[in-house]
Structures are given as structure tokens and as C-alpha cells.
């Protein structure tokens, strides 16, 4: 099912994200899948995060949608030139997945493979564009399709906690512009920074989904400061991480933060996105403090 | 080396909309320049009253000597609501640092051919892709100035400004952004979805 199709009757929808694993044994990621997350809407599959290359995010959408979820297929522009890019597009569709997430991807500097030779071929913008075209009957060379064109809900990605925000709001623009339907964003910590965000973001008439990781403890946030673009956990969350080791470990102190910050932030948006990063045991619980 | 050829005369003029002050940069040995469709182009500029001042010379990717050359027809350039430079990337990427916030355009692209590399100030870098972005981005390049040389603004990997690759290099688009608000231009940032054409990028054609 295209999730557009609840943000259009006015649904908040609940996403979550899983990440395939570095090798061809998924049925654990499939079990607590359908364990944890299938009371959601979507779960997005990660493709090759953070440049480490791992088992395919197509092929993982198909095993989820075999087993009665709804995959978000993400794409990245790192790995793939447009031909490859829109074959995939095409495959997904005749799979019947039915929501993407177009994203340009982190550079290949950054993943288990520095060497190898970064494509950046499209962007996340120029793919929306060509999603379009395929939806239209054309490919991005000017060439009909036979038969008929795949339909996505098309989504993409925004950081609204990113020290460049107006930078960031014109390319969201450019997004809108070329045909995105929906946005996921970037983990937010600050709700008063997405609130501003989110004031000068609903001019786009999209919806938006809040970005959430449920803090594994001081040290992780304190790494994510260090070396994640666009995120940005406070002092007094730090502090609050940091005071009981073994309830931060027990994810009770993560899951207390991440359900504050989805109550602050709720009137400001129509969804939350949950990136679980192996914590998915603890979204039900995330939920159901954030009275959702 | 590389070859320099003058835009197509549609989007010569889309650019220019008031006055403008022109240089033509007859380059370093490396460079062939279309001297005989730039003097068409700018004898009409001229007739239609459009044209504030015109300097032809070479080398102006040498920040210092450009400068005492520009200064010496600062009131034409003041005069000018925009500057067209017919040049390489690395020449129109000199002019629109020195005269910002002034507008400062490319009048040409820049095409790669084999043989020996000029020599060009370390700033600035022209990846000679054929099809010339600096126009849409205030003056900075983006296939060089970016480390994923994206078209179509910024990713969402800068932190404090710097890129994602290399905490030494700043965020291109981020120069960018800046670049345009400075020269009043934000409006560039909707122009319409880039896709570029790698069959005239050095790298494929080489």
C-alpha cells in the first residue's frame, strides 16, 4: 500500500527502519520484523548504509513484502548510474513494492570500502525527476516504456537540526519541485528546532514524517555530535543518558527521550520515522509512551 | 588543453537583462577561444547600447593581476548590472569571487581536449564538463567545489560548514548558498532539475 494514501486521509503515519544484514541470512531480520513492527505502516530497508556494503535493499523489500509488511524501497545515487537506477525502479515495481525513498547517499569515503568509485551519476533530486518520467511512461533518455508505468509514493529526505537550514530548505524545495509526495527527516533531538524548521517547511504543502533514534547511551550521542551531520543531542539529554548506565543500557532512558520528543514535536508533523539501529524490540514500547 | 565555446545566443541573453561589463580572456597557450563569435556576439551588445565597458585580455585566473585590472575600470563595472565573462570555469570563477556581491556570469563552457595542462591558481578548479553549472551557482563551481559534484544542491552530509569527506574542505554548496544570497540570486536555487550529460565530461570523452 502507498503510504501517501494515509497521509491523504490525514492518518500519522508510524514508519520504522531495518537494515539488511552483511550476508545472505535474513530470516532474523524478517522475525523481528514481523515481531516488533508489523502493527506500523512501512518499514523503510536501509541501501548499503553509510556506504558498507551489505545484502541488497531490493532484495530485502521483496522478503519483507513476502512476509506481509509494507517496505519503503531506499535508493541511493552512490552506487548505481541512472540505467541501473531506473532497471531497479522498474523491478520493484513488478515486485509490488509500492513506496521509495530517493536519497544521494553518503560518500563512498565514509563505508567499508573507501576505495571504491563513488557514481553519483543522479542526485536525490535528479531521481525524483526521473521517477517521474518513468511514471509518466518515458525513461530519463527520452524512451517509452512498454506497458504500463510503475506508481510510487515517492519520498525523500530533509535535516531540519542541520547548522545550514536554509541550505537545506532549498534543496527540500528543489525536491518539492521536482515531484516529491512525502519527507522523512533526519533524527531530531530538538524540538524547538524542528518546530522552526517545520514552520517554514509547510509552505510545500508536504507531509513530513519526524526523524527518531532512540539513544543507546551518552557515549553513542556523544558519537553521533562528533560525526553525524545534522543531529544534535543536548547537554541535558547527555546528562540524562549518562546518569543510570544500566537503564541507558536497558533502553528505558532512550525510549523516555525519543517518546518526548515525538509528543513536542506532533502537532508539527504527520508522521514519525523510527530508526531503531537494531533497537527495533523497543519501538513498541517508543509507541505506546508517545501515545501513539 | 582545453577548448572554450560561447554559450548557445538564447541563453547569452536570458542572462542579460540590463548593462553588463564584458571580459574576454584569450587564456594561456592551453586555451583556444572563439574570438570571432564573441566579437559578433558583443559587436551587437554594443549596437543595442547594452555594454558598459569590454576587457580583452589573458591570464585572468591570476587573482592579483586581474585585480589591478579590474580596478582600473571599476566605474564601468560599477556601472554594469552584471559582468559576462568569456572565459574557462577557472576564469569566471576568479571574476565572481573578486566582484562579489556584483553578478558575474559565464558566457562559455568549457570542453577538455588531450595534451598538456595549463597552469591554473590552486582556489579554483574547472572540471571542463562541457556544460557550464557556474551560472546556476553564483559563480562557484559545483562539479569541483563539491566532493559528490552534485548539480542540484546541497546533500545532507555538511557539519559546521565542512563536507562530509574531508573536515578540511568546506561545504561547496554551503559557498554556494552564500553566494547567491550575497549577489541577491536565491532565486537560482529553483531553476529547473540538472541533469548532466557525461558525454561531454572529460572523463568519458577522454
Redesign the interface.
Known sequence: MKITELFDRGEFVVSAEVGPPKGINIDHVIEEAKTYLSGITAVNVTDNQSSVMRLGSLATCKALLDAGLNPIFQLTCRDRNRIALQSDLLSAAMFGIENILCLTGDHTKLGDHPGAKPVFDLDSVSLIHTVKLLESGVDLGGNALVGDPPKFAKGAVVSPCSDSVDAQLAKMERKVLAGVDYFQTQAVFEPEKFIAFMEKAKQFGKPVQLGIIIPKGAAMARYMNNNVAGVHVPDDMLAELAADKERAKAGITGVEIAARVIKACRPYCQGVHIMALGWEKHVPALLEQAGI | MLITELKSKEVLESLLTGKVFIINCHGCKEVSFPEKEAEEFEKELLAAGKVTGILTTDYICNPENLQVRLERRRAMIDEADAVLVLSCGVGVQTVAEYLTPKPVFAGCDTVRLPGFQGVTPQEFDCGQCGECYLNYTGGICPITAC???????????????KC??DPNME?G??RI?RRLEATGR?DM??CP????N?ATDAEVTK
Open positions: 566532493s559528490k559534484s552534485l548539480v542540484n544542491g546541497q546533500c545532507g552530509g555538511s557539519k559546521n560548514g562530509e569527506v561545504c554548496w554551503e548558498y536565491l536555487l529553483k532539475t540538472q541533469v548532466r557525461f
